[in-house]
């Protein structure tokens, strides 16, 4: 974790349609967000981005892709593959591909695509079986009596591999050796990305670390950093999880236009999100990860309570605004209208006979004005595409307050 925020590792299609729907807010939280393996197709169907946009925030930086040798340079193995979303689209593959091939002698921390080294999690998983004679009943039981606590691509995975499996026996290491190369591929691509954190969807997914007791095949979600003491894998990704929804849905509740996500990556917003994340971890770095429901929510709707306007007039985020007379009169009728209806003309007359400073020392008080905020500034331009304003901060509240408790 650096002070610029978190560098972030999903993956991706273990989620399907879902993982992809949330691609806009993991950007935001990764800097740079690096999916294993993702599937072009879903990306284009549930990302909600075209293709250059997709393209665009690889190349820049923003997303960094990595995958084995065959999944980013086989369009033969891919069209092959039995996962459903595997199929080459060549406006999007072949430029990762290309990309690949031209980023493979840089260091690894330019590369916008790179291949991982081939996997071991088979050869892994037996040879722990063959050291722990009883690991397969041990799985196995947990896969009949509590499937709920596997990830939903490890269950289609055991799906799969069932078939044609003749025997007990045969069908308890069949699905021992799955569930644990599945951890440990999962473990490994996660320290190939060399990412800060690892995003989980899906409280499962945390339930699925801790089962994996065995440090060989366990990921390391925070690393330790010169002796910092920094928060475990399952709060950090629990605080993370909270937070991808809470952006979702301040997203869908609060704006009235489409997101442009090209509004947030370079803002200065975003860093102030990240800042708020990195905080929000370290406060809670000591806690049980069983305490952990329901703090992002609580922690943001204290946080813009406890905020303070200091009644320092901040020009708008985007150019032009309130700052000169023309552009505050101008704005006046528009808010006077949101307010409180239909105003008459006399009114108007009357309002605009007003002095500059008058009228916008009226409208900061009224709340219309942006003031310099000391609390969050990241929900207001997510959720409702303005700068902080107490009206606004008021209508954020009252949004939170309709969240479901998670």
Request: hydrophobic share 35%; proline share 6%.
């Amino acid at each position: 974790m650096t002070s610029a925020g978190f560098s972030a590792f999903c993956h991706i299609s273990e989620y399907g349609e879902k993982g992809y729907a949330y691609l806009p807010q993991m950007v935001l939280l990764g800097r740079p967000l690096t999916l294993w393996a993702p599937s072009s197709r879903l990306l284009l169907a549930h990302s909600g981005l075209a293709a250059a946009d997709l393209l665009a925030l690889v190349d820049r930086g923003h997303v960094r892709v990595i995958g084995r040798e065959p999944w980013l340079m086989s369009r033969k193995y891919r069209d092959g593959h039995n996962f459903a979303g595997a199929a080459w689209t060549p406006g999007i593959d072949d430029t990762l591909r290309g990309w690949c091939e031209d980023d493979a002698s840089k260091p690894t921390g330019e590369q916008r695509v790179a291949t991982a080294p081939p996997e071991d999690g088979y050869k892994w998983a037996d040879e722990y079986l063959e050291n722990h004679p009883r690991g397969s009943k041990a799985w196995y039981d947990r896969y009949r009596r509590s499937p709920q606590t596997l990830p939903t691509g490890t269950l289609d995975t055991i799906a799969r591999n069932l078939q044609g499996t003749r025997s007990m026996q045969e069908e308890r290491r069949v699905v021992a050796r799955t569930i644990l190369r599945d951890g440990r591929n999962h473990g490994q691509a996660f320290q190939i990305a060399g990412s800060d954190i690892s995003v989980h969807l899906d409280k499962v997914d945390l339930e699925f670390l801790r089962l994996l007791t065995d440090e060989s095949s366990r990921p390391t979600i925070i690393r330790q950093r010169s002796g910092e003491r920094t928060p475990s894998e399952a709060i950090s990704a629990e605080l993370t999880r909270q937070t991808l929804e809470l952006l979702r849905w301040l997203r869908d509740a609060g704006r009235t236009r489409p997101m442009n996500l090209e509004d947030f990556l370079d803002h200065n917003v975003r860093q102030d999100l990240l800042g708020w994340m990195r905080t929000l971890c370290n406060e809670y770095k000591l806690h049980s990860p069983t305490t952990l429901d329901g703090v992002v929510l609580a922690h943001i709707q204290r946080d813009l309570a406890d905020g303070t306007f200091d009644g320092a007039f901040v020009p708008p985020w985007r150019p032009g605004g309130l700052d000169t007379t023309a552009g505050l009169v101008g704005a006046v009728t528009s808010l006077l209208d949101a307010a409180v209806g239909e105003v008459s003309r006399a009114g108007y007359a009357g309002f605009g006979a007003m002095t500059f400073s008058a009228t916008r020392t009226l409208l900061r008080a009224l709340g219309y004005i942006p003031t310099r905020f000391d609390g969050p500034q990241w929900p207001f331009l997510f959720a409702l595409d303005k700068p902080p304003t107490k009206r606004r901060r008021a209508r954020l509240l009252t949004l939170l307050r309709t969240l479901p408790h998670r």
